[in-house]
T-cell receptor, first 113, second 113 residues
């Protein structure tokens, strides 16, 4: 079965520090990959997506992610986090012809001042 | 602006009562989805619909029902058969094109006592 793993349940970083959130998936075909962000009590907002082409994709709020086929990974990065980045982050994967996305369990990000 | 509207934001019910959560979208999306979110459990798919008058069970459909009489609307009924209905419910929609991302509403928090 298809699955998405976000190994880190909770990450704490200092404001201004760099950030990397990990996401791994299991499936043989080329996936469609997404990162979403959720503030408390809100819906999910799309940060970025990968379909094909350049494996480094840029998103909103200064985030980027890199697709590495050999590692089945799609890690999210930001060079310098801001206090407003504190939220929960979800990785999601879709596949050709699939009607549903598969979501990871989420990573909660806390920012230290 | 186009988007997904979930109402109400907060909903309180007594145990044993059915309750219906509203989801309306004006994005002209064919597919609509309902997710349940509990702390530490990520998103779990309840029901989804690809076209009007058709819908499929997701991973946790027991105790829930849906209808899709109009393209714009996908209401979710939480029945008295749902053993643990207190949760945060998210509605989403997308185009039925491979790789299309989900767009989410802002959620309804249901509390059953």
């Amino acid at each position: 079965a298809q699955s998405v793993t976000q190994p880190d349940i909770h990450i704490t970083v200092s404001e201004g520090a760099s950030l990397e959130l990990r996401c791994n998936y299991s499936y043989g075909a080329t996936p469609y990959l997404f990162w979403y962000v959720q503030s408390p009590g809100q819906g999910l907002q799309l940060l970025l997506k990968y379909f094909s082409g350049d494996t480094l994709v840029q998103g909103i709020k200064g985030f980027e992610a890199e697709f590495k086929r050999s590692q089945s990974s799609f890690n999210l990065r930001k060079p310098s986090v801001h206090w407003s980045d504190a939220a929960e982050y979800f990785c999601a994967v879709g596949f050709q012809g699939a009607q549903k996305l598969v979501f990871g369990q989420g990573t909660r990000l806390t920012i230290n001042p | 602006d186009g988007g997904i509207t979930q109402s109400p934001k907060y909903l309180f019910r007594k145990e044993g009562q059915n309750v219906t959560l509203s989801c309306e979208q004006n994005l002209n999306h064919d597919a609509m989805y309902w997710y349940r979110q509990d702390p530490g459990q990520g998103l779990r798919l309840i029901y989804y619909s690809q076209i009007v008058n058709d819908f499929q069970k997701g991973d946790i459909a027991e105790g829930y029902s849906v209808s899709r009489e109009k393209k714009e609307s996908f209401p979710l009924t939480v029945t008295s058969a749902q053993k643990n209905p207190t949760a945060f419910y998210l509605c989403a929609s997308r185009l039925t094109i491979s790789g299309s991302p989900l767009h989410f509403g802002n959620g309804t928090r249901l509390t059953v006592t």
